[in-house]
Nanobody
Framework: VQLQASGGGLVQPGGSLRLSCVPS??????MSWFRQAPGREREFVAH????????YHAHSVRGRFAISRDNARNSVTLQMNSLKPDDTAIYYC????????????????????WGQGTQVTVSS
């Protein structure tokens, strides 16, 4: 399964961007967004269950970012508003095969498939 992430770019502080992630194969994936800034570890941003009923956001983005999905279109979206320079990073989407196990959605190791990353730069 390949994940195609898109929507990154350069935006001024306070601006908005919308990231999209589309798996190459349909499936009941739980999905997360992570980000990695230069010199830092990959960190959790947001997670959504396959049904879309449960959504979780990191404290640093809560109230500004929103994860959603459209299973009819097999896509997951991260709407990012009120962007700050600290949000600058490469953003990665990740998907996990359903197996019924409990897992930590904030840990990169919990996921089976990764997108190639899309650069988000917040700068004036």
């Amino acid at each position: 399964v390949q994940l195609q992430a898109s929507g990154g770019g350069l935006v001024q502080p306070g601006g908005s961007l919308r990231l999209s992630c589309v798996p190459s194969e349909g499936g009941r994936y739980a999905m997360s967004w992570f980000r990695q800034a230069p010199g830092r570890e990959r960190e959790f941003v947001a997670h959504i269950t396959w049904s879309g009923h449960n959504r979780y956001h990191a404290h640093s983005v809560r109230g500004r970012f929103a994860i959603s999905r459209d299973n009819a279109r097999n896509s997951v979206t991260l709407q990012m508003n009120s962007l700050k320079p600290d949000d600058t990073a490469i953003y990665y989407c990740a998907a996990r095969d359903p197996n019924g196990d409990t897992f930590d959605y904030t840990k990169p190791g919990s996921f089976d498939y990764w997108g190639q990353g899309t650069q988000v730069t917040v700068s004036s």
